[in-house]
């Protein structure tokens, strides 16, 4: 199984939140055809689809929970990635 589906599906799953690293949330996202813009420690996410903006930023090297739920969110409303984590 591929990073990518190991990510999708621990985010799609939300067990485990704020046990996912924050670099392989930026890492599926671009992945995911997001746009990433950087500043400071803000990591701000686009795509030309998705009306929200996400805008994350690492507690420590993880994820912070909300943020995951917030992904998560997205990601089943829009249906990206939902089926590829099977």
Same mark, same amino acid.
């Given at each position: 199984?591929?990073? /990518?589906?190991? !990510? &999708?599906?621990? #985010?799609?799953?939300?067990?485990?939140?704020?046990?996912?690293?924050?670099? *392989?949330?930026?890492?599926?996202? @671009?992945?995911? *055809?997001?746009?990433?813009?950087?500043?400071? *420690?803000?990591? #701000?996410? !686009?795509?030309?689809?998705?009306?929200?903006?996400?805008?994350?930023?690492? +507690?420590?090297?993880?994820? +912070?929970? /909300?943020?995951? @739920?917030? &992904?998560?969110?997205?990601?089943? +409303?829009? +249906? #990206?990635?939902?089926? *590829?984590?099977?």
């Amino acid at each position: 199984m591929s990073q /990518y589906k190991k !990510t &999708i599906q621990q #985010i799609l799953s939300g067990q485990a939140d704020a046990s996912i690293k924050f670099g *392989d949330i930026v890492s599926l996202l @671009k992945h995911l *055809d997001f746009l990433v813009r950087i500043r400071g *420690d803000h990591h #701000i996410f !686009t795509r030309r689809d998705v009306a929200e903006i996400l805008n994350l930023q690492p +507690k420590g090297a993880m994820g +912070k929970a /909300y943020q995951v @739920k917030q &992904i998560r969110g997205i990601l089943l +409303k829009y +249906k #990206i990635g939902v089926g *590829d984590h099977e």
